[in-house]
């Protein structure tokens, strides 16, 4: 993927978007399951704003239901001026059509800062998953926020967007069984029970879990896994 804007000038909405959502169909439902976003993007424009997912609001329940489930949205572009990336942007503070089921979905937009947001929606701009969560709730309850190692972000690798498999990441059994979608990107079939986040169903592992407290001056020679979240 090749994704640019190198003229870019804009900060109420993303020039660079990976999932672009603007139906406004009536009485329709839009199931979004187990995608993978990685956006990386730089531009000479004044003002550069990306996200990994657009979404178009509605105060109207009904139209345009965004059902989101298992996607990994990462965006770790470079904004410009007063621009942010993000890894979820909605077009308004309505969260009407935005579906109570969605959940267990990962985002990230790099280190966080006040142009680098988790979530954006021109009023709320939100840096921490916590914030997410408490603001989209009871959506999102299951979700995660972690850096992803791909094995290769070049489209023309037969190893683009797949998930490094030697690295633990809470993307492994992350998501929730979403019935439609039982096999992968490549045709590899979904775990009925705890399938991975993303389009990658991969044989991955979780981080350890941390217990206890470490004991002062103590060294390890050989590299650790660091606990998430720790």
């Known amino acids: 993927g090749d994704l640019r804007a190198p003229n870019a000038n804009s900060t109420t909405t993303p020039s660079v978007r990976g999932l672009n959502v603007t139906v406004s169909t009536t009485n329709s439902s839009l199931n979004i399951a187990n995608n993978t976003v990685y956006l990386a993007a730089t531009s000479g424009g004044t003002n550069f704003s990306t996200a990994a997912l657009y979404a178009t609001t509605s105060t109207t329940a009904t139209t345009a ?11 770790t572009s470079t904004p410009n001026g007063s621009g942010v990336c993000a890894a979820y942007w909605r077009s308004s503070t309505a969260l009407n059509n935005y579906d109570n089921a969605s959940n267990n979905n990962l ?17 709320n701009q939100v840096q921490l998953l916590a914030g997410l969560q408490t603001l989209l709730a009871p959506r ?58 993303g389009a990658d169903e991969f044989n991955g592992s979780q981080p350890a879990v941390c217990a206890g407290t470490p004991a002062p001056g103590s060294a390890e020679a050989t590299p650790l896994q660091a606990c998430s979240g720790n």
Request: hydrophobic share 35%.
């Open 65 to 75: 239901n965004l059902i989101l489930r298992n996607n990994l949205l990462i965006d």
């Open 140 to 197: 999102e309850s299951a979700s995660i926020t972690e850096f992803i190692n791909f094995l290769s972000t070049t489209g023309s690798d037969p190893d683009f967007l797949h998930v490094n498999p030697a690295i633990p990441t809470y993307a492994e059994s992350g998501g929730t069984p979403v019935g439609a979608v039982t096999v992968d990107f490549d045709g590899d079939t979904r775990n009925g029970t705890t399938p991975d986040i």
């Open 107 to 123: 985002f990230y937009a790099g280190v966080p800062s006040s142009s680098n947001l988790l979530f954006n929606d021109g009023t």
